[in-house]
């Protein structure tokens, strides 16, 4: 345990940094509540319409593949910092393994660009009279 001590203690003292900056910042700073500040904000951009909206689906399809084409990641880096170090019957075998697995990410990605997954502009895939609202 004292190994790790002085990470302990770093992680304590950059907590209470922290922690002391916010709280100096909210009882030092101004109060003043403006119809601005109260607005949601996200990348500069005016909120519009409700926030209850259903997303598209391709909207989750695109998550779903960038989760797992990210993934792909957590695989790769383990066997990138053992790869040079390993036998020469390691290196052999994992080099045609991650081959196989990098085809088969490859061929996913080519077949996910082939459907359009990616393109979720609904006015191209959609047609034209499924974009006008039908009054209630």
Do not use: H
């Not at 991650?98 to 502009?121: C, E, H, K, P, Q």
């Amino acid at each position: 345990m004292s190994d790790y001590l002085g990470i302990v203690v770093l992680a304590c003292f950059a907590a209470l940094v922290g922690a002391i900056m916010v709280f100096i910042s909210w009882f030092l700073g101004p109060k003043r509540v403006t119809r601005f500040k109260q607005a949601p904000y996200e990348c500069g951009v005016q909120p519009v319409g409700d926030a209850r909206e259903r997303f598209p689906i391709k909207f989750y399809l695109v998550a779903m593949l960038f989760i797992l084409f990210d993934i792909e990641v957590v695989f790769l880096w383990p066997w990138m910092t053992v790869y040079k170090s390993g036998s020469e019957d390691f290196i052999k075998f994992t080099f045609f393994e991650v081959l196989i697995y990098l085809s088969t990410w490859i061929l996913g990605f080519v077949y996910a660009v082939r459907i359009n997954a990616m393109d979720w502009d609904e006015t191209e895939t959609m047609p034209e009279d499924a974009l006008v609202e039908e009054a209630a």
